[in-house]
């Protein structure tokens, strides 16, 4: 059974950083693809970032672009996701997704394509 558990968020302000972390079992996490998603209060879901299986290639949302990182230890079966200069339209709910097929490359963000998510980290930015 899949399971995608996330930590690290928290109340931060403007201008800070957090870490989260998402720690996978149930699946071979190094064969997959996975992002980061978050969904403020009110709002549709939104993509943040993708990581192939391997670390070697990411991509970010416009929004986050110079300001977050996404990393994996495979070894660990542990994705992250960096955030630095936050601002209050960062406050969301953050989730990390596993991508539906266990091939390489890098696969363009569709929710119906990375389905399964955990419960997410609260990240609350607040002067």
């Known amino acids: 059974q899949v399971q995608l558990v996330e930590s ?3 109340l ?6 957090l870490r989260l972390s998402c720690v996978a079992s149930g699946f071979v996490f190094r064969n997959y693809a ?3 998603v978050r969904q403020a209060p009110g ?4 993509w943040v970032a993708t990581i192939d299986r391997s670390g070697e290639l990411t991509v970010f949302a416009d929004s986050v672009k110079g300001r ?5 230890d495979n070894a660990k079966n542990t994705l992250y996701l960096q955030m630095n200069n936050l601002d209050h339209d ?3 709910v953050y ?12 696969p363009i ?5 990375f389905p399964k998510r955990g419960q997410g980290t609260q990240v609350t930015i607040q002067s």
């Open 95 to 106: 989730s990390c997704s596993k991508y539906i097929f266990d091939n390489g490359g890098l």
């Open 68 to 72: 977050f990182a996404i990393s994996r």
């Open 8 to 10: 690290g968020g928290g």
């Open 34 to 36: 996975m992002a980061w």
């Open 43 to 46: 709002k549709e879901r939104d």
């Open 12 to 17: 931060v302000q403007p201008g800070g950083s």
């Open 90 to 92: 960062d406050t969301a």
């Open 109 to 113: 963000y569709r929710s119906s394509k």
